[in-house]
Each structure stands twice: as C-alpha cells, then as structure tokens.
C-alpha cells in the first residue's frame, strides 16, 4: 500500500463540511487556497486507515457488467447491469436467478461509452414494481425510461419488456461520449440523474454552463403520482422561475459525472467526474444543500484554469473535495464510489472509495474529514462500486467480474504492506511487513496475467511473532505485460483473508536468452527464437557440464540444474553460424 495526497481540501481544524456556514462569503476562495497548498505536501497514510481487498464474487456469465443495483424490498437480490442492455438478476448469496430484461432500443458499440448505464428501482418498488433505466437510444441521445416487474415485485424476476415508457429524452447525437449513467433516489423520494456535457474536447458548445441545456448536469425530477405527464418539476428545485435556466437542473458545470452517489447514512452527495487531460476530481455536496451548485467545467477542470471565456469571479464556482492528476491523457478516469457504511468491517466505516477505471488505483477518503486520500490497488477496469440491502460494497468491473469489498481486519495479524518490483535479472521482488502475528498458518502468494484469475506459486510460513515480521519471495515468470499480486494469508484455523493487489509491468524477454538469470529453483528457462543445435552449460573453468541437442526446437526449454553447484556459468547456444552466450548464477 502506499500513500499520496489526493486532496483539494484539508483544514486541520475546521471541518470542511461547515466551511459554508462559518464563511458563507469566502468558503470557496478558501478551498482554492488550501487545494493549492495541499497539492505541494507528500503524506504517509496514517495507521488507522484499512487496507481493502477485492474478491472475486461473479466471473462467469457476464458481458460487459457495467454497474449494479439493488431494489430495497428485503430480498437481498442484486441486479447486474450490462452495457450491451441486458439487466441479469442475482440472490444474496450471487447465485444466478435469470434475465431480468434485455432494455430495447439501446444503441451500444464495442470500447465505446454508449449503451445501458444505470439503473434504478422506485422506492416503492414492492408495491407498484417500478423501476427506471438510463441508456443511449438507437440515435445517439441520452433517455430515462420506466419499465414494471412481471407479476409480483418480492417473488417475480423478470420484467415486463412490454411495459416500457420513455420518460425523457436529451438529445445527444453529434458525439458518442461525456453521456454521464447514474440514476439514483434520494431520501427526498425524487429521481437524482447526471449528465455529461455532449462529448467533444473542452465542451465545444458549452453545455455545461448553458442554463438551456440539460447536458453537463445534475438533474433532479419528481416520477411519482404524475398522472399523464411523464414527470413533473419537484417545485424546491433551485431554478424553478429563473429565466434562462431549465427547471429540471440540480446542478452544473459536470464534464463527465459518470458514476456518483449518496451516503446512504448522511445524504451527502459525492460526484466522481471525469477530467479531460490534467485533472479527475470527485466532488461534494452536502445533504443540507438546496441545489444550485456550479462544479466549474469548462471554466475550470479540477482546480486548473480550463476556458475561463464568459465565465464568472472564481468565487462562484464549487471546487473538488479532492483531484489527481491525469499524467497520460486518456488513461485515466475517474469512477465515482460509495461511502461504506456496512456492518462487517467496522475500519472501514465512514470511508468513501473511488477507483481509475485504468490504472486500478482505489482512492480511499475519511467521509467526516474529506481531504488525505490514501491510495491503495486494485483491479483494473472499476467501472462502478455498488451496496447491496445490507450495506456491504461492490465493485464492477467491465472486465466481467464482480468483486466484494473486504478489509484485512479478522485474522489474527496485521499487514502493514505489501509490494511487488521487477528487478533487473526479470524476477519480481515480493515484500511484505506485518505490524503482529498470532496463530498464522502461511502466506500464498498469487499472481495473474488478467486481473481477475490467480494461481499459487508460492507458500512461505509464518513467523509469528508478536512484533511482526519482514518477509521477501522472488517469483520468476515468463510473461510480458501487466501481472497482478496478492498475499493469501491463512490462520490455523484455515481461515483467510487476502492482501492489497499489487501491479507490475513486466518488460519483454530479451531473444534467446535465459530468464531470469539468477536461478534459484534448480530449473533453468531458456528461450529459444532463432534456430540452434547444441546448448551448453560451461563453468569458470570452460568445462561443459551440460550439452543438449536442440535442433529444430523453439520457444521455451527447461533444463533441471540441481546437479551443478552454486556459482556462476556461461550459457551457449551455437550452430555451424553463429553462437550466443549469457552468464548466469545459480543459487
């Protein structure tokens, strides 16, 4: 684990959430000022903050997952939303029931941003059997639309596809991305909705500061008990009666707000919205507010002067709880999380976790005090976080895995850290520290080329002492590309918890060539690209201790070296041309 500081906003001893009431007049330029301040200050995580894991709950059946949902009706069931349209419903304990529906009419392309993005149940959903879905229609434009549960809403599970009623539609045509894709009920019983701000670098035509558009906003709607209109206006909405500004907006100036949501305790509003090429920033909005909130896209993105033309006094803009900096334009992007507040990791209590959909890095803030970030790993692909009935948090990849959110707090140690490093001979160096132990059985160490599959390779006891202990596994593979780590730790008991995933890029394999060079398992790996005939192994004094025919044989080749001591020796490969040699050592 390490940490960074990923924050905009830190006062020591005022709380940030009060900055408004005891400063009405100048919060604003103060989170300015402290963002500013902050982003120059390099912190260690503190002690107290957990340490998350992602397990594999579903990895089979899914297409494209790209967010879920529950319905509130004391079913425990939990619905998988997928991008290409169809909605797959699951029990409490992720067994598969069936399709739930396949939403018509949903425009989708393979790596594109269009599709079905989110879905929502009524919170009356027991009784009436509604529920809502946010997509992109056949043309391109953004639609809300309502469907009702076939039969009855505690026992059905599927839904009536015949049922469907387009509620709103924004156009949204000209470009295929910035389309936002969260729905959500607030506890004020009104449909919350965001919306990207058209696609096309830097808002080319301003939607998100266009009071006339519905793009780049948050929007909040009334869908209940609305008689033949499709919705009505929830008349505390903050532009009802302003001229120039539609009465469906909450709030604006949102580049990207793909994935948000609410505290489910509190009702504070986090926002995880999508920068162009510096900046992603999550932003916030507590429950107390009454709308009317400017988030400053394309004026600003993140803290950053953007396009300040026609813009307003700095001051009037509502600036990010938190930002990171995006060093590769296009590889990175915010997801926005939730706050836990679930009942079996009481550590990670009151935490709101975002994640990058690219680089896997989960981003942990203190919802009560939002301005360290501690940074953490995790899989690649996060494209939403979800609670379940009971609290508990996760996390959709689009990858087609689900993993449950979980914390190293049960077993009897502490995991103080975990890393992994690709040293120059090509193996991987693996740390771990642990603050205590007590009745630890071993540690498995895992890896995997896809993110979401692991094999052992590794087993190393446990030490058990009371003041913790340092632990060191070099693992030696022939891949090349991004592999994930994690420790499995094991108490007598049998029980087990994993660790933080580690990333490492592992670099090409030279040709020809031994990998890695320093052996420590008694086999040695030869790869073999050009063509050959004899190898040979020659110590210090160039005697050939080993001599194998490989004519006509590439790729790689395992030769068992327990025979020969430890030391160093020259590897040959030759044919009636040419030969190549390398040293290597043996442990």
């Given at each position: 684990?390490?940490?960074?500081?990923?924050?905009?906003?830190?006062?020591?001893?005022?709380?940030?959430?009060?900055?408004?009431?005891?400063?009405?007049?100048?919060?604003?330029?103060?989170?300015?000022?402290?963002?500013?301040?902050?982003?120059?200050?390099?912190?260690?995580?503190?002690?107290?903050?957990?340490?998350?894991?992602?397990?594999?709950?579903?990895?089979?059946?899914?297409?494209?997952?790209?967010?879920?949902?529950?319905?509130?009706?004391?079913?425990?069931?939990?619905?998988i939303?997928?991008?290409?349209?169809?909605?797959?419903?699951?029990?409490?304990?992720f067994?598969?029931?069936?399709?739930?529906?396949?939403?018509?009419?949903?425009?989708?392309?393979?790596?594109?941003?269009?599709?079905?993005?989110?879905?929502?149940?009524?919170?009356?959903?027991?009784?009436?059997?509604?529920?809502?879905?946010?997509?992109?229609?056949?043309?391109?434009?953004?639609?809300?639309?309502?469907?009702?549960?076939?039969?009855?809403?505690?026992?059905?599970?599927?839904?009536?596809?015949?049922?469907?009623?387009?509620?709103?539609?924004?156009e949204?045509?000209?470009?295929?991305?910035?389309?936002?894709?969260?729905?959500?009920?607030?506890?004020?019983?009104?449909?919350?909705?965001?919306?990207?701000?058209?696609?096309?670098a830097?808002?080319?035509?301003?939607?998100?500061?266009?009071?006339?558009?519905?793009?780049?906003?948050m929007?909040?709607?009334?869908?209940?008990?609305?008689?033949?209109?499709?919705?009505?206006?929830?008349?505390?909405?903050?532009?009802?009666?302003?001229?120039?500004?539609?009465?469906?907006?909450?709030?604006?100036?949102?580049?990207?707000?793909?994935?948000?949501?609410?505290?489910?305790?509190?009702?504070?509003?986090?926002?995880?919205?999508?920068?162009?090429?510096?900046?992603?920033?999550?932003?916030?909005?507590?429950?107390?507010?009454?709308?009317?909130?400017?988030?400053?896209?394309?004026?600003y993105?993140?803290?950053?002067?953007?396009?300040?033309?026609?813009?307003?006094?700095?001051?009037?803009?509502?600036?990010?709880?938190?930002?990171?900096?995006?060093?590769?334009?296009?590889?990175?992007?915010?997801?926005?999380?939730?706050?836990?507040?679930?009942?079996?990791?009481?550590?990670?209590?009151?935490?709101?976790?975002?994640?990058?959909?690219?680089?896997?890095?989960?981003?942990?803030?203190?919802?009560?005090?939002?301005?360290?970030?501690?940074?953490?790993?995790?899989?690649?692909?996060?494209?939403s976080?979800?609670?379940?009935?009971d609290?508990?948090?996760?996390?959709?990849?689009?990858?087609?895995?689900?993993?449950?959110?979980?914390v190293?707090?049960?077993?009897?140690?502490?995991?103080?850290?975990?890393?992994?490093q690709?040293?120059?001979?090509?193996?991987?160096?693996?740390?771990w520290?642990?603050?205590?132990?007590?009745n630890?059985?071993?540690?498995?160490?895992?890896?995997?080329?896809?993110?979401?599959?692991?094999?052992?390779?590794?087993?190393?006891?446990?030490?058990?002492?009371?003041?913790?202990?340092n632990?060191?596994?070099?693992?030696?593979?022939?891949?090349?590309?991004?592999?994930?780590?994690?420790?499995?730790?094991?108490?007598?008991?049998?029980?087990?918890?994993?660790?933080?995933?580690?990333?490492?890029?592992?670099?090409?394999?030279?040709?020809?060539?031994?990998?890695?060079?320093?052996?420590?398992?008694?086999?040695?790996?030869?790869?073999?690209?050009?063509?050959?005939?004899?190898?040979?192994?020659?110590?210090?004094?160039?005697?050939?201790?080993?001599?194998?025919?490989?004519?006509?044989?590439?790729?790689?080749?395992?030769?068992?070296?327990?025979?020969?001591?430890?030391?160093?020796?020259?590897?040959?490969?030759?044919?009636?041309?040419?030969?190549?040699?390398?040293?290597?050592?043996?442990?």
């Open positions: 684990m390490r940490a960074t500081l990923l924050t905009v906003l830190q006062l020591r001893i005022i709380n940030p959430k009060h900055m408004s009431e005891l400063y009405p007049r100048h919060h604003k330029l103060l989170r300015i000022f402290f963002s500013l301040f902050s982003l120059f200050v390099l912190i260690t995580s503190a002690s107290s903050q957990p340490t998350i894991t992602f397990n594999s709950t579903v990895s089979s059946g899914l297409t494209l997952p790209i967010d879920m949902a529950n319905a509130g009706d004391g079913t425990g069931r939990n619905y939303v997928q991008q290409q349209g169809t909605i797959r419903v699951y029990d409490d304990a067994n598969f029931l069936g399709n739930f529906l396949t939403v018509s009419d949903v425009s989708y392309v393979m790596n594109g941003e269009r599709g079905l993005l989110s879905m929502a149940f009524d919170p009356d959903y027991a009784t009436n059997g509604f529920f809502y879905v946010y997509y992109t229609n056949l043309g391109g434009d953004l639609e809300l639309a309502r469907y009702q549960v076939s039969g009855d809403p505690l026992t059905s599970n599927t839904a009536d596809a015949g049922s469907k009623e387009i509620l709103l539609t924004i949204h045509s000209s470009q295929s991305n910035h389309n936002g894709g969260k729905l959500l009920f607030g506890d004020d019983g009104y449909l919350y909705f965001a919306t990207g701000d058209g696609g096309g830097g808002d080319p035509t301003n939607n998100a500061q266009n009071g006339n558009s519905l793009l780049g906003k929007l909040r709607i009334d869908v209940t008990n609305t008689g033949t209109d499709p919705y009505l206006i929830p008349p505390s909405n903050p532009y009802v009666g302003v001229a120039g500004v539609l009465d469906e907006i909450w709030a604006m100036g949102l580049r990207n707000p793909f994935r948000w949501s609410f505290d489910s305790q509190t009702g504070d509003m986090w926002i995880g919205d999508v920068g162009q090429g510096d900046w992603e920033e999550i932003n916030f909005t507590p429950a107390s507010s009454t709308g009317g909130e400017n988030y400053g896209w394309r004026c993105e993140g803290n950053a002067t953007e396009n300040t033309s026609g813009c307003s006094a700095m001051s009037n803009y509502d600036f990010p709880v938190s930002v990171y900096p995006n060093p590769n334009p296009g590889q990175s992007a915010v997801t926005g999380g939730v706050v836990y507040r679930g009942s079996t990791y009481t550590s990670l209590q009151g935490y709101y976790m975002a994640a990058d959909v690219y680089s896997g890095e989960i981003f942990l803030i203190d919802a009560d005090n939002p301005g360290l970030a501690d940074v953490q790993s995790g899989p690649t692909f996060i494209v976080f979800a609670e379940t009935e609290g508990e948090v996760y996390a959709v990849s689009l990858s087609g895995t689900i993993y449950a959110v979980t190293n707090e049960v077993l009897p140690l502490r995991l103080i850290n975990f890393s992994a690709l040293q120059n001979d090509g193996r991987v160096e693996l740390n520290k642990t603050a205590s132990e007590e630890v059985r071993d540690f498995e160490l895992e890896f995997s080329t896809d993110g979401a599959n692991y094999q052992k390779f590794g087993t190393v006891a446990a030490t058990n002492r009371p003041d913790g202990s632990y060191q596994f070099y693992h030696a593979i022939s891949f090349n590309g991004k592999a994930a780590y994690r420790l499995k730790m094991t108490d007598i008991d049998g029980r087990s918890e994993y660790s933080n995933i580690v990333f490492v890029n592992i670099t090409g394999i030279t040709k020809n060539f031994v990998y890695p060079s320093i052996i420590t398992n008694r086999t040695m790996a030869v790869f073999v690209n050009d063509s050959f005939t004899t190898l040979e192994v020659i110590n210090s004094s160039g005697a050939v201790l080993i001599r194998r025919n490989i004519s006509g044989t590439t790729g790689k080749i395992d030769i068992p070296v327990n025979s020969i001591g430890s030391g160093v020796y020259i590897v040959q490969l030759k044919n009636d041309m040419s030969r190549i040699t390398q040293k290597i050592f043996i442990q």
